[in-house]
Each structure stands twice: as C-alpha cells, then as structure tokens.
C-alpha cells in the first residue's frame, strides 16, 4: 500500500538532547512538508522541500533542521535549540509543484520533553 | 500573504442537525482551499477541495463547502451529522505564487450530541 509513514509513534526526549523524526513516502511525490501541532494553534509549517537537495523553511524552523537526500525520505531533528519541543508533529508530501494538489499527511509523532 | 480564520474552536451539534464550520482567508491571489479532518491521534484526510473549477464542491462522507469570493469566505456543511462526524476539522489555503505550502486555520472540534 502507498502512504507516509513516521517513526516512532511516541519520542520521549530529555532536555538539552537531538532527536531526529523519521518520514517516509513510497507515494513518488516530488514535495514533503513538516507540520507542528499544538493544541488551538492549527498546524504551522517547519520545513518543507519540493525536490531532492532542496528545502525552504517555513514559519517556525528555528530549533530545526531537515534534510532530503533521497526523494523518499525527508528526516526532521528536534535540536536542543528548541525551547519549546513538545508537540505533535505531522509529515506530509504531494505530487508535483502545483499547488492546488492534494497533500497526504502521515499518521504523526509525538514528541514529549522531560 | 494568506491567512485562514476559522469562526468557533469548538461546534456541538446534535445527531441528525445540520453541521455549518466557517472559515473566512485572505489571500492577494486566486486561493486554493481544502477542508481535512482529523481524528485523535491520527494524521490528516483531505475530505474536499476547491481548485476554481466549480464554487460548490462536494466531498467524502456528505460533506460539501461553497467558496464565495465576495465574502472571502469557503464555510463547510453537512445536511445531517453523524455520530462518527466528531472530530477536528481544519481549513487550509495556498496559491500558484509564493510560498507552496499550505496555511492552516486554527482548527473547528465538532462535537455530536446523541
């Protein structure tokens, strides 16, 4: 079946450590995106990539950092630079550069600071 | 620069009622607009979207939404709700120029009353 996936499900994280969440896609999209999710603030934008060895930063990259080596995988590490690292965070890709497709989100990690 | 405001973080409604979730953006360019909702713990599903070819535009599950230009306003509805319709519904914009990523609402939690 195609679809995202993102390991782990649940990350337990102590303060001042790296921690690198993982999303892969066997959807042969060209773009990738990383959403954060906090309670009443919708979904905000982290990093996102159109193609392979190319990504923008979204609203809120700072504390972040991704990389996209392969068009299948697009990685996101929580750096301790983040003061505020528990979420949940979503990984999503779509088809092409047009915006009016459709992106497919995968089923999220959730990223807890102790 | 786009926006989305979504009217009521939370909806309760009774089974059977007519379901009415607002959402009002901002945008200096022909929009594109999606609906997705989200169960617990879960990812994102697109339910429908609006692409300029036709301002009523109907989704999965018997939702539908109407996009009104002169009142910069994209509202998504549901004749009669069911008891599996409670979850959190997110409207979201993006446009062919500038940025190629989605910005979200803050998000509706529709909640269904037996």
């Known amino acids: 079946d195609g679809g995202i996936t993102q390991s782990p499900k649940y990350l337990f994280r102590k303060e001042g450590q790296n921690v690198t969440l993982s999303c892969e896609q066997n959807l042969n999209h060209d773009a990738m995106y990383w959403y954060r999710q906090d309670p009443g603030q919708g979904l905000r934008l982290i990093y996102y990539?159109?193609?392979?060895?190319?990504?923008q930063k979204g609203d809120i990259a700072e504390g972040y950092s991704v990389s996209r080596e392969k068009k299948e995988s697009f990685p996101l590490t929580v750096t301790s630079a983040q003061k505020n690292p528990t979420a949940f965070y979503l990984c999503?890709?779509?088809?092409?550069?047009?915006?009016?497709?459709?992106?497919?989100f995968g089923p999220g990690t959730r990223l807890t600071v102790l | 620069a786009q926006s989305v405001t979504q009217l009521g973080s939370h909806v309760s409604v009774s089974e059977g009622a007519l379901v009415l979730l607002r959402c009002n953006y901002s945008?200096?360019?022909?929009?594109?607009l999606f609906w997705y909702v989200q169960y617990p713990n879960q990812g994102l599903q697109l339910l429908l979207k609006y692409t300029s070819a036709a301002t009523l535009v109907k989704g999965i599950n018997g939702f539908e939404a109407e996009f009104k230009k002169s009142e910069t306003s994209f509202h998504l509805t549901k004749p009669s709700a069911h008891m599996s319709d409670a979850a959190e519904y997110f409207c979201?914009?993006?446009?062919?120029?500038?940025?190629?990523?989605?910005?979200f609402g803050s998000g509706t939690r529709l909640q269904v009353q037996p």
């Open positions: 945008s200096s360019v022909p929009p594109y």
């Open positions: 999503a890709s779509s088809q092409g550069s047009s915006s009016y497709n459709e992106q497919f």
């Open positions: 979201a914009v993006i446009s062919d120029t500038g940025r190629r990523a989605l910005t």
């Open positions: 990539s159109q193609i392979v060895n190319d990504f």
